[in-house]
């Protein structure tokens, strides 16, 4: 399985983002897919995750109501959406699939977000 993440970029406070991880591999299945970030001095945190059947979603409460985490299964691609950036979302923002519910298996190159004040 091989993820391929990709969407990030400059922006300025308040504007808006979309990332894209764009999974393949032979019959991919996944448990759940999320987004993840690292910002320098700081642990990786986890962003959001969606459960790959039945969209079950749950968001950090640092970008709740802001980013919106989605996947299309017939292109196994998932999405995250992110408006109303803001400074402190800048980080490496790195994709994840989880193939059986016990931990995060696959990872995505990781794409840079740059959110100017």
């Known amino acids: 399985v091989q993820l391929q993440a990709s969407g990030g970029g400059l922006v300025e406070a308040g504007g808006s983002l979309t990332l894209s991880c764009a999974a393949s591999?032979?019959?991919?299945?996944?448990?759940?897919m999320g987004w993840f970030r690292k910002v320098p001095g700081k642990n990786r945190e986890v962003v959001a995750q969606?459960?790959?059947?039945?969209?079950?979603?749950s968001y950090a409460d640092s970008v709740k109501g802001r980013f919106t985490i989605s996947r299309d299964n017939a292109k196994n691609t998932m999405y995250l959406v992110m408006n109303s950036l803001k400074p402190e979302d800048t980080g490496v923002y790195y994709c994840?699939?989880?193939?059986?519910?016990?931990?995060?298996?696959?990872w995505g190159q990781g794409t840079q977000v740059t959110v100017s004040s």
């Open positions: 969606i459960t790959w059947l039945s969209g079950i979603t």
């Open positions: 591999g032979r019959n991919f299945k996944t448990y759940a």
């Open positions: 994840a699939a989880d193939p059986s519910g016990a931990r995060w298996h696959y």
